[in-house]
């Protein structure tokens, strides 16, 4: 079984800035794409950012420039440092990996409980 757990949240003032992390442990052989999602209130969940094995990027047309995903493979730890931000980033961010727990196994997709990000003066 594999855990993910963020942390990092909180409140910030607008152009505030705030790095979120995500934390996986568990039976992991190996951790492939990984990414951020968030849910605005009364809104449905979208694709935040997302960063392949690789380390290749990619991420909403609305954070871009501003927001930026990275991960630490020998820590199992993804993290999303975002800037600039605003009442419009304002939401419960998860994240996402897809992880085989042992060689040979079928990757499965997990998530975290999220973490709220408020954005206010």
């Known amino acids: 079984q594999v855990q993910l757990v963020e942390s990092g949240g909180g409140l910030v003032q607008p152009g505030g800035s705030l790095r979120l992390s995500c934390a996986a442990s568990?039976?992991?052989?190996?951790?492939?794409?990984m990414g951020w999602y968030r849910q605005p209130p009364g809104k449905q969940r979208e694709l935040v950012a997302a960063?392949?094995?690789?380390?290749?990027?990619n991420y909403a047309n609305s954070v871009k420039d501003r927001f930026t995903i990275s991960r630490d493979n020998g820590k199992n730890t993804m993290y999303l440092q975002m800037n600039s931000l605003g009442p419009e980033d304002a939401a419960v961010y998860s994240c996402n990996e897809r992880v085989a727990a042992t060689y040979g196994s079928n990757a499965m997709d997990y998530w975290g409980k999220g973490t709220l990000v408020t954005v206010s003066s």
């Open positions: 960063i392949t094995s690789t380390g290749s990027t």
């Open positions: 568990g039976s992991i052989f190996r951790i492939y794409a």
